[in-house]
C-alpha cells in the first residue's frame, strides 16, 4: 500500500461549490503539506502543519483552508470553488529532522488529486 | 527573480544518449539542501536526490548522476544512456533556513524540464 494516499484521485466539480481533498499517511511523520501544481509553474505551497495544532499559511493560501484531523490526516477545502483553482494537487509528507545544524527533512509526495472547477 | 531556474523546458534525446538536466538556484543562506524529482507521464512526485550546501561531492546512482558546484550556484542531473522509462518531467527544489530552528519547510521548486526518450 502507498505510504501517502489521496482522495478523491480525480474530481471534477462546479464553480461555487465546496470541496474538500483529503490526505493520509502511514509514514508516521508529523509534518504534512498541501501543493498545487499548474502547468509551467512548477508547485506552490499552500499550507503546511507540523503538528495537529500546527497550522501555517504557504505562499498561495487565498481561497483555501486546511484541516489537521489527526497526525496522519490532512484535508485541504476549497470553500467557494473558482475555475483558476483547477489545478493538480499534492500532498507530501515529512518527518521532522531535529534542530542541529546543517539537517533538513526530505518531503515524500502522494500521488495527487486533478482538479477541475467548471 | 527565481530562486530556482531549470531554463530547459523540454528535451528530446534517442535512447542510449546522455542527457543533462540543469538547475541554477539564488539564495542568500550559507546552509541550504537541494533536491531532484522525478514527475513520470502517471504524475506522482518521485524523490530522486537530497544534498546539502556543504556536501559538493558529486554523486552517482546507477546511470544517474549529479553535479553540484556552489561556485555556479549549480546543481546539474545527468541521465547516463537514457531509457524510455526516463521520459518525465524532473524538478529541482531548493530548500533554506535550515538554522530557523524550526527545520526547513518550504521547497521552492522550479518550473521543471520535461524529458522525452525516444526509442
Known amino acids: 500500500d502507498a505510504d501517502v494516499t489521496q482522495t478523491p484521485r480525480n474530481r471534477i466539480t462546479k464553480t461555487g461549490k465546496r470541496i474538500m481533498l483529503e490526505c493520509s499517511q502511514t509514514?508516521?511523520?508529523?509534518?504534512m503539506y498541501w501543493y498545487r501544481q499548474d502547468p509551467g509553474l512548477g508547485l506552490r505551497l499552500i499550507y503546511y502543519s507540523f503538528d495537529v495544532k500546527d497550522i501555517n499559511k504557504g505562499e498561495i493560501s487565498d481561497g483555501y483552508s486546511v484541516s489537521r484531523q489527526a497526525q496522519a490526516k490532512f484535508s485541504l477545502s476549497l470553500e467557494s470553488a473558482i475555475p483558476n483553482q483547477t489545478a493538480l494537487y499534492f500532498c507530501a509528507t515529512s518527518e521532522y529532522a531535529g534542530t542541529s545544524g546543517g539537517i533538513t527533512d526530505t518531503q515524500y509526495f502522494g500521488p495527487g488529486t486533478r482538479l477541475t472547477v467548471l | 527573480a527565481q530562486k530556482v531556474t531549470q531554463a530547459q523546458t523540454e528535451i528530446s534525446v534517442v535512447e542510449k544518449e546522455d542527457v543533462t538536466l540543469d538547475c541554477v538556484y539564488e539564495?542568500?543562506?550559507?546552509?541550504?539542501?537541494l533536491f531532484w524529482y522525478k514527475q513520470p507521464p502517471s504524475g506522482e512526485l518521485v524523490f530522486l536526490i537530497r544534498?546539502?550546501?556543504?556536501?559538493?561531492q558529486n554523486e552517482i546512482s546507477g546511470r544517474y548522476s549529479w553535479n553540484f558546484q556552489k561556485s555556479t550556484s549549480s546543481f546539474n542531473f545527468t541521465i547516463t544512456a537514457s531509457q524510455v522509462v526516463d521520459s518525465a518531467v524532473y524538478f529541482c527544489?531548493?530548500?533554506?533556513?535550515?538554522?530557523?530552528?524550526?527545520?526547513?519547510?518550504?521547497?521552492?521548486f522550479g518550473k521543471g524540464t520535461k524529458l522525452s526518450v525516444i526509442p
Open positions: 509514514k508516521g511523520h508529523d509534518r
Open positions: 539564495t542568500r543562506d550559507t546552509t541550504y539542501y
Open positions: 544534498r546539502n550546501s556543504f556536501d559538493e
Open positions: 527544489a531548493l530548500s533554506e533556513g535550515v538554522y530557523s530552528g524550526a527545520g526547513s519547510y518550504q521547497l521552492t
